[in-house]
């Protein structure tokens, strides 16, 4: 395990210099278009999850998994897997070359064409997962009211409060990833 006690805090600036990053964000965001900054639905990081587990029964056989069908689409392929059957003959290659095609890249595109096809509010996502992975009364103890709360008509406040409990957690992780 890694472990970078360096924290990064990307300037909070307009800026177009680039394309990408924080400062063409802000420029949108202050415009009201936060939508290139979704909440996915937690449940379609497993689904990434449980075709990474398939990877080497898929070496041996074609199994329909959770992004088959994301991938044929986009690499306008009956069975985006049987490529690499043909190009690796051993299963450690096999599944190398699984994680070079579902990279991060195919990862985010897959996030982002499922979340459209869910058209689940920001807001719906995060609460479905603090309920689902943190204790009850850690979401109680916020003080939000979820039936009102907003991204963009809730106080600031709230935003930053949920967003340093969620840091302090994955702080919490990550140091106990480290004793692991």
């Given at each position: 395990?890694?472990?970078?006690?360096?924290?990064?805090?990307?300037?909070?600036?307009?800026?177009?210099?680039?394309?990408?990053?924080?400062?063409?964000?802000?420029?949108?965001?202050?415009?009201?278009?936060?939508?290139?900054y979704p909440?996915?639905p937690?449940?379609?990081?497993?689904?990434?999850?449980?075709?990474?587990?398939?990877?080497?029964?898929?070496?041996?056989?074609?199994?329909?998994?959770?992004?088959?069908?994301?991938?044929?689409?986009?690499?306008?392929?009956?069975?985006?897997?049987?490529?690499?059957?043909?190009?690796?003959?051993?299963?450690?290659?096999?599944?190398?070359?699984?994680?070079?095609?579902?990279?991060?890249?195919?990862?985010?595109?897959?996030?982002?064409?499922q979340?459209?096809?869910?058209?689940?509010?920001?807001e719906?996502?995060?609460?479905?997962?603090?309920?689902t992975?943190?204790?009850?009364?850690?979401?109680?103890?916020?003080?939000?009211?979820?039936?009102?709360?907003?991204?963009?008509?809730?106080?600031?406040?709230?935003?930053?409060?949920?967003?340093?409990?969620?840091?302090?957690?994955?702080?919490?992780?990550?140091?106990?990833?480290?004793?692991?």
């Open positions: 395990m890694c472990w970078n006690d360096e924290k990064v805090y990307p300037e909070a600036r307009f800026s177009d210099r680039v394309f990408y990053g924080t400062g063409p964000a802000l420029i949108r965001g202050n415009a009201g278009d936060w939508s290139g909440i996915f937690y449940h379609l990081f497993d689904d990434i999850w449980e075709t990474s587990e398939l990877f080497p029964s898929l070496y041996s056989a074609n199994i329909d998994t959770p992004v088959s069908r994301f991938l044929s689409g986009i690499c306008k392929e009956d069975d985006p897997w049987q490529p690499l059957r043909e190009n690796f003959n051993m299963v450690t290659q096999f599944v190398r070359a699984c994680n070079e095609k579902l990279d991060g890249l195919r990862i985010l595109q897959y996030l982002k064409s979340n459209t096809e869910d058209m689940r509010i920001d719906s996502n995060l609460m479905d997962y603090l309920s992975f943190y204790p009850p009364e850690e979401i109680r103890n916020l003080n939000i009211d979820w039936e009102t709360f907003s991204f963009m008509a809730s106080p600031l406040e709230q935003v930053e409060q949920i967003r340093m409990y969620l840091f302090g957690k994955e702080e919490e992780s990550r140091f106990i990833a480290t004793l692991l």
